[in-house]
Nanobody
């Protein structure tokens, strides 16, 4: 059983930056591909970014390209999401997810474990 704990969310002004972290425990982190998703009030959960086991493959939603960067440190069992040039539409709860099968990228159904989420609020 893999446990995921997100941190680093908060309130930031538009144009600012935040760095989210997701610490994994209870499993072999390096065997999991990892993803970040977000959910705004009244909307469905949507894909933000994903990274393969080795970090060699990365995917990002078009809405965050050029602004968000996903990375991982297998020695620390942690995945990060660096968010720059934040916009009010980036507001939502950000979830970390882990997948055990083939690289799942943007598909929610490919992920096996989820964290509880961390709130990101971007003010205009």
């Amino acid at each position: 059983q893999v446990q995921l704990v997100e941190s680093g969310g908060g309130l930031v002004q538009a144009g600012g930056s935040l760095r989210l972290s997701c610490a994994a425990s209870g499993g072999t982190f390096s065997s999991s591909f990892m993803g970040w998703f977000r959910q705004a009030p009244g909307k469905e959960r949507e894909f933000v970014a994903a990274i393969s086991r080795s970090g060699g493959i990365k995917s990002r939603a078009d809405s965050v390209k050029g602004r968000f960067t996903i990375s991982r440190d297998n020695a620390k069992s942690t995945v990060y999401l660096q968010m720059n040039s934040l916009k009010p539409e980036d507001t939502g709860v950000y979830y970390c997810a882990a997948g055990l099968g083939s690289y799942g990228g943007s598909e929610l159904r490919n992920y096996d474990y989820w964290g509880q989420g961390t709130q990101v609020t971007v003010s205009s």
